[in-house]
């Protein structure tokens, strides 16, 4: 199973849409249930550094390597979760 990581923070309106289609996602695909999303939110965490530079929020990590970058659509989490299914 992959390390997923998705970067964030409060307030960000794009980062509200992609914490909602991972709800949605979950909801519509029982598969996608169990997918676990370690959340980091980059102005709470102290000394905050990232795996590897990133501008743009939301941010998704797959094993500790940029996947998905800023504007994001639902079918893109969907394929980032995906990752994160058991075999």
Not at 49 to 57: D, G, H, K, S
């Amino acid at each position: 199973m992959a390390n997923i990581t998705l970067y964030h923070f409060e307030g960000c309106p794009a980062c509200g849409h992609a914490k909602e289609w991972m709800k949605e996602l979950r909801a519509e695909k029982p598969e996608l249930k169990a997918v676990e999303v370690e959340m980091v939110d980059v102005h709470k965490t102290p000394n905050f550094v990232p795996p590897e530079p990133f501008y743009y929020v939301p941010t998704f990590f797959v094993d500790g390597k940029k996947v998905l970058e800023g504007a994001v659509s639902k079918e893109e989490i969907e394929k980032v979760m995906r990752r994160g299914i058991t075999a």
